[in-house]
């Protein structure tokens, strides 16, 4: 028998498309467990959302200074997810007088804003809220470089803190007298005929913007109490929580030089978010005054022109028939002495006012408010005895550390300041400023020395410099 032979084209074959059909299975397999696991891991993950979320919603109201101050900010914390003791917070917009959070500059305008709405700082810290340019918007494209400043519409009326910045960089020496110029501007009703300083997303309709070199707003997260809101102790979890998400954001800490307190003085300090008016400013009225002048070691620059700086307008005012004071402070010196601060004139002739600056000394540390606190008992005695507003113009460097925390500060001066009392603080140098005391005052302003420390007293005192 012949015997049987193997070759290769013996050995059975596994066709092409059984192999492609076993490839598609494996395919349709893994993509069903990746859809299944993706599923759970949705699942799973919305579960421990809403599990985070027990306590449901919590809005947190936040104010800004102007439109669009917050929104990116507010965006970003939206998209992060946050939960604050089992609340999801929610950032809306709301009133000054609603809020929890108030974002836009740190400076005498937000200070205004507050004022005027009945609020009050909290006792958490601003946070840095990144920054926003201003520039020129107007119906045909103005290029900062080739328009005069004088031609521009300074808003003062009510977006000063834009208004004060513009000018600074457009007007130089110039700017406060544009500012003055435009106190009652309001950028609401600009319509782009002429140049107006404005941000992009305040610019009016149908103008075209274009950012001025160097002109940036330095934006903070500004937490505040409790008071006239309606918040309660979750709320103010949620703004603290924001103010902090704030501080960390990538560029949040980036620094821009904020204008001079003398220009936001020059404009009135302007209106409030939301078109509500502040507060008129001391500046332009003439009362009553005592000058409360710090003769602290850091005032030793500005001695040899302190007295003229504090004695002209007291001497212009005395010329007007007006009773004035003279105080000064600082830590006590000499054995025995236990308080800061000394009566040097009673409420009487203002003209004496120059010589007795230039017979004081300096030395020590400022302790500014236990004197600011001492002086109001004697303005508010000054107002009793009149019936007239009485003002009190605090020349300060600052405030030593040691002096009074802030919280009793605040309460003691609010229950100081009564109803005729014109609260006016001049920082001269470029110590800490006081905030509290800063944030309770009706006019501010800020003065290296020199001739702008004459017209920043002059000013708040109610008299020309």
């Given at each position: 028998m012949a015997?049987?032979?193997r ?18 299975v ?14 759970d891991?949705?699942r ?10 027990i ?17 990116e900010l507010?965006?970003?914390y939206r998209?992060?997810?946050?939960v ?9 917009t709301?009133p000054?007088a ?10 005498p ?6 004022k005027?709405?009945?609020r ?11 920054t926003?340019a ?17 031609q521009v519409v300074?808003p003062a009326?009510?977006?000063t803190d ?6 600074a960089k ?5 700017a ?7 106190r ?9 005929s ?6 992009e997303a305040?610019a ?11 002109a940036?707003?330095?934006l903070a ?10 918040a ?19 560029g949040?800490e ?8 003398a220009?936001y ?12 008016r502040a507060?008129?400013?001391?500046d ?18 500005q001695a040899d ?6 004695g002209k307008?007291?001497a212009e005012?005395a ?7 003279l105080w000064?402070?600082s830590?006590?010196?000499n054995?025995g002495?236990?308080?800061p601060?000394?009566?040097n004139?009673?409420?009487g002739d ?5 010589g007795?600056?230039d017979a004081?000394?300096t030395g020590g540390?400022?302790?500014?408010r236990t004197?600011?606190l001492a002086?109001l ?5 000054q ?7 009485v ?8 405030t030593?550390?040691?002096d009074?925390?802030?919280?009793s ?7 100081a ?16 400023t ?7 005052a ?13 017209e920043a007293v ?8």
């Amino acid at each position: 028998m012949a015997g049987r032979h193997r070759t290769d084209t013996d050995s059975p074959k596994v066709a092409g498309w059984l192999i492609v059909a076993v490839i598609l299975v494996i395919a349709l397999i893994a993509a069903l467990v990746a859809w299944f696991a993706l599923r759970d891991s949705e699942r799973d993950a919305r579960s421990e959302a809403e599990s985070d979320c027990i306590e449901g919603e919590l809005t947190l109201p936040v104010a800004e200074a102007f439109p669009g101050a917050a929104e990116e900010l507010m965006n970003a914390y939206r998209d992060s997810a946050p939960v604050v003791r089992d609340h999801c917070i929610v950032p809306e917009t709301a009133p000054v007088a609603d809020a929890a959070v108030f974002v836009g500059v740190d400076s005498p305008a937000a200070d205004a804003a507050l004022k005027a709405a009945d609020r009050s700082r909290g006792t958490a810290s601003p946070q840095p809220a990144g920054t926003k340019a201003v520039g020129l918007a107007a119906r045909e494209a103005a290029d900062p470089k080739d328009t005069a400043a004088d031609q521009v519409v300074y808003p003062a009326g009510d977006q000063t803190d834009i208004a004060v910045t513009a000018a600074a960089k457009l007007a130089g020496d110039n700017a406060a007298e544009l500012l003055t110029r435009d106190r009652g501007e309001k950028l609401a009703d600009a319509d782009g005929s002429r140049p107006v300083v404005a941000t992009e997303a305040t610019a009016p309709e149908g103008t075209t913007f274009t950012p001025i070199e160097g002109a940036e707003l330095s934006l903070a997260a500004i937490p505040l109490d409790a008071a006239g809101a309606e918040a309660d102790e979750e709320v103010t979890r949620a703004a603290a929580d924001f103010t902090e998400f704030a501080g960390k954001q990538e560029g949040a800490e980036a620094e821009t030089e904020r204008p001079d307190d003398a220009l936001y003085a020059a404009a009135g300090n302007g209106a409030v978010a939301g078109g509500e008016r502040a507060s008129e400013s001391a500046d332009g009225a003439a009362h009553d005054t005592l000058f409360l002048v710090d003769t602290s070691a850091a005032m030793e620059p500005q001695a040899d022109h302190l007295g003229a700086a504090v004695g002209k307008p007291a001497a212009e005012l005395a010329s007007d028939g007006h009773a004035v004071a003279l105080w000064n402070y600082s830590s006590p010196l000499n054995p025995g002495v236990t308080v800061p601060y000394r009566t040097n004139l009673g409420f009487g002739d203002g003209s004496q006012v120059e010589g007795v600056v230039d017979a004081l000394g300096t030395g020590g540390v400022p302790m500014t408010r236990t004197s600011v606190l001492a002086a109001l008992g004697s303005v508010q005695s000054q107002a009793a005895q009149t019936g007239k507003p009485v003002g009190l113009v605090v020349v300060t460097t600052g405030t030593a550390p040691g002096d009074m925390d802030d919280e009793s500060f605040r309460s003691a001066l609010k229950d100081a300041l009564g109803e005729n009392v014109e609260l006016a603080v001049v920082h001269v140098g470029d110590g800490e400023t006081d905030k509290v005391l800063s944030e309770n005052a009706k006019a501010t302003a800020k003065a290296d020395g020199g001739r702008a420390l004459d017209e920043a007293v002059a000013r708040l005192a109610g008299v020309e410099s």
